[in-house]
């Protein structure tokens, strides 16, 4: 230990750490000609498909095939002609109800279910009770307690604290609360078509919780109420603000043609919306274009939500649908740590494992994790009990961009349960135990485990969620090197943010053992031209620490010992660079999967670097 404290490993001098891999490895400027869209993967060996068996193609992915009677009243109910009178146009309109009750294999938050049993709403470690609640659309509320509260949410947690007449009254207060302060279809936040599909969907799968009790006042303003959030749907889905939007959207509108009456018009028209909406939202490879976890397991929820409506009313899912599902699921599971939890990326907490395992299982879909990631861009490498992550795609466009974080070139790393590095992450959950003023602080580049040139971001960080100027070309290389001790995973990705402003291109090289128990890094500073502009810019290099890792600088300042919760050890060395920099620790702050934030350190190089170019060289090494 105190050779480690000194600078020196015990077990190899500082240039053989470096030495034995880098040696045949030199880093290549990478060919800026390709003009990909996201990022060129140019190893297929090392990028097998996610399945063997199967090739999906554009046209598994079209709306349920419908006679041209089927196709004459879609087109009717998309004009505006009502249900009623396509189905049946001499008789008078059924009046609101629910044709079959809905099972959903989704369970929710036992904990937040209990907290409202006892009286308050619990989002993300916040507490509000629930008669303090101003419900009115109008009302300022963080983000995460709009989506809870008017995307009524809470209705899965309720119907997972207990038996159905142990939850009724909490449920038929919370409503009645609800629709006095929102008795009729308006605007702000109530009505953005997010919540108000939230919303419907909660209603028509938790209808018993709602609809089966005792007041006899609250059912026909529930039903009325299902009746006209439909109503709305169907004339302002299209106007949704993102693609997630739209698919949570024509989702409900499914859901509603589904189990109300005279609602095989609406089916028809939400299946061809629904189907279309997805193909704007996800990418070639199923991950979603906005590149957040968390909108990838929104629109999983969603359409298993659906599926138990399709049995609940005796129909199949649509294949279309459930290919789309199965696309889905991959992108998702690639992005699992060794502690089988989430990664912090474009706004996502650290998904605790058992909430994606139980998404995952409720689905019904069994899949491997993805692989070619050329389009959702998140590359993993893993060797023994080492999970590494990097962003190595632009970051999403702005009508794709909800949390959108400035991440590009970013990476995490575990060792089995535990995580080494990380990033702040969490963005999306702020307005809870997350003050909401710091939610572009955790978008930023700083907020990652990247390189940060004058403390700018790669991409501008905007407000409302969305992205500005930076990144707009990643390329990216990936392979194995064969070595004596064993494979070596090799990713080199460059990207072109600071390019405008700074005249340089960041190129990170990242180089895992095949056990796991080295991981080499490399960040390089070009400029585009052999030679680059005169002077110099700060620049940091930094590495959030995992929560529980304690971390001790070295006596030389050109490293530091990290020590896991189970007592692993961990070394992490600077190897030769042209600026003197040095290792310094800082505070920094971690955001979990349920909203509540961690203080942890982070070990950070930091220094000037010439315009003209620069090398830093860097390693994690595990030494018991």
């Not at 919303?199 to 709602?210: D, M, S, Y």
């Amino acid at each position: 230990m105190d050779a480690l404290l000194s600078g020196q490993s015990e077990h190899k001098p500082e240039e053989d750490l470096f030495g034995e891999i880098h040696a045949d490895a030199p880093a290549l400027p990478l060919k800026r000609g390709d003009a990909q869209p996201v990022a060129r993967v140019t190893d297929e060996a090392a990028a097998p498909p996610v399945t063997e068996a199967r090739a999906l193609v554009l046209s598994d992915f079209v709306p349920p095939k419908a006679d041209f009677t089927e196709k004459l009243v879609r087109f009717a109910y998309r004009l505006g002609v009502g249900g009623a009178t396509l189905t049946a146009p001499f008789r008078k309109p059924a009046r609101p109800r629910l044709l079959a009750t809905v099972e959903s294999p989704l369970a929710g938050d036992r904990t937040a279910g209990m907290a409202l049993r006892a009286g308050h709403f619990l989002i993300h470690g916040a507490k509000a009770p629930i008669g303090e609640v101003d419900y009115a659309s109008s009302s300022r509320m963080a983000p995460p307690f709009e989506r809870v509260i008017h995307g009524f949410a809470w209705l899965r947690d309720l119907a997972a604290a207990g038996q159905r007449e142990q939850c009724i009254d909490t449920a038929e207060r919370i409503t009645r609360l609800w629709l006095d302060a929102n008795p009729k279809p308006g605007k702000c936040a109530a009505w953005q078509v997010e919540h108000a599909a939230h919303r419907l969907i909660a209603w028509l799968v938790h209808a018993p919780l709602v609809l089966s009790g005792q007041n006899e006042k609250l059912r026909p303003r529930l039903l009325a109420a299902i009746d006209d959030t439909a109503r709305w749907l169907d004339r302002e889905v299209r106007r949704a603000p993102d693609p997630l939007s739209e698919v949570l959207g024509w989702g409900a509108i499914t859901a509603a043609g589904l189990l109300m009456p005279q609602g095989k018009p609406r089916r028809l028209f939400g299946e061809a919306g629904l189907i279309a909406a997805l193909g704007d939202f996800v990418g070639e490879d199923g991950g979603a274009l906005s590149r957040s976890p968390m909108a990838q397991m929104d629109a999983i929820a969603m359409l298993t939500d659906l599926e138990a409506c399709y049995k609940a009313t005796g129909r199949d899912l649509p294949t279309s649908l459930g290919l789309m599902r199965e696309l889905l699921v991959p992108p998702l599971l690639a992005m699992r740590h060794g502690d089988g939890g989430l990664g912090s990326w474009q706004g996502n907490g650290a998904t605790r494992a058992d909430r994606l395992a139980a998404l995952v299982d409720a689905s019904g879909v069994r899949t491997r994790p993805l692989k070619d990631v050329r389009h959702w861009g998140y590359h993993r490498l893993a060797g023994g009990k080492a999970v590494v992550q990097i962003d190595a795609a632009p970051p999403p466009r702005a009508r794709h961009a909800r949390w959108g974080c400035a991440s590009t070139l970013a990476f995490e790393m575990s060792d089995g349960p535990h995580r080494l590095i990380v990033n702040c992450g969490g963005a999306a959950l702020a307005g809870g135990q997350v003050p909401a003023r710091i939610e572009q602080g955790l978008r930023a580049t700083a907020a990652h485990s990247a390189l940060v040139l004058d403390n700018a971001n790669s991409t501008a960080v905007l407000l409302g969620g969305k992205l500005g100027k930076g990144v707009e070309q990643v390329e990216v290389e990936r392979g194995e090197i064969a070595r004596a001790s064993g494979e070596v995973q090799r990713i080199e990705a460059s990207h072109d943010g600071y390019l405008a402003r700074y005249g340089l291109i960041h190129r990170r090289i990242l180089m895992l053992r095949g056990d796991g128990t080295e991981l080499l890094g490399e960040d390089i500073l070009l400029p585009p031209a052999k030679k680059g502009q005169r002077g110099k810019v700060g620049f940091a290099i930094r590495f959030h620490l995992g929560r529980g890792v304690e971390a001790r600088l070295a006596e030389d300042r050109r490293g530091a010992s990290l020590v896991l919760p189970d007592g692993g050890l961990w070394q992490f060395r600077l190897g030769g660079n042209d600026a003197g920099a040095g290792v310094e620790i800082e505070d920094s702050m971690w955001v979990d999967g349920d909203g509540r934030p961690h203080a942890i350190e982070q070990l950070v190089i930091q220094g000037m670097a010439s315009r003209g170019g620069g090398q830093f060289s860097w390693l994690l090494k595990k030494m018991g």
